[in-house]
């Protein structure tokens, strides 16, 4: 965004001089034009990153402001090539506050994205931590008498593990026992 808007500032002191004098006071103000409008955009997106960093939505005069200062940039830079009625100058012209224009948008909606992916991040979901199969077995070994006839549904009901898992864990303790 900054160089598309130090692109526009020699488009828009030519077309603020308006024909004045080289290093006259009408040619020197000329360069106080594009810089005036620039300054008021960029503060206008710093406000709306601050503000949305706080979650705190701005109004229709703050998007007005930054429409208007864009606007503003682009007939300042085109003026001359639409009055030439030079198509090559209009885009060579359109580019760059067009550009300014777009990335202006997009860090609307990109900064609100980015604000809610840092929230994310900031307050993970809660999730259960799960158990792992070595874990369960070592209850299942706790649990285990020599009485104790070695099943599924006993595995299940010493360790509350999953139908699934239960036949596997069965499968390992009698193993085990087979080795003892």
């Not at 980015?114 to 994310?120: F, K, R, T, Y």
């Amino acid at each position: 965004m900054l160089l598309g808007l130090a692109f526009t500032m020699t488009n828009v002191q030519q077309f603020a001089a308006a024909g004045s004098a080289a290093w006259s006071l009408s040619w020197w103000g000329a360069w106080l034009l594009d810089p005036m409008v620039s300054l008021v955009l960029l503060a206008i997106l710093r406000a709306e990153q601050i503000t949305a960093r706080h979650g705190v939505r701005t109004g229709g005069w703050v998007r007005g402001a930054k429409w208007f200062t864009l606007a503003a940039t682009y007939v300042m830079n085109t003026w001359q090539a639409f009055a030439e009625r030079s198509p090559a100058l209009v885009v060579l012209h359109s580019v760059p506050p067009l550009v300014v224009f777009v990335a202006t948008e997009a860090v609307t909606d990109l900064r609100d994205k980015l604000g809610a992916a840092v929230a994310a991040v900031r307050q993970p979901e809660r999730t259960t931590p799960r158990t792992s199969f070595a874990e369960y077995l070592e209850v299942a070994r706790a649990a285990l008498t020599s009485e104790v006839t070695v099943t599924p549904a006993w595995v299940r009901e010493a360790t509350g593990c999953s139908r699934g898992l239960s036949s596997k864990l069965a499968a390992a303790l009698r193993a085990e026992r087979g080795r003892s």
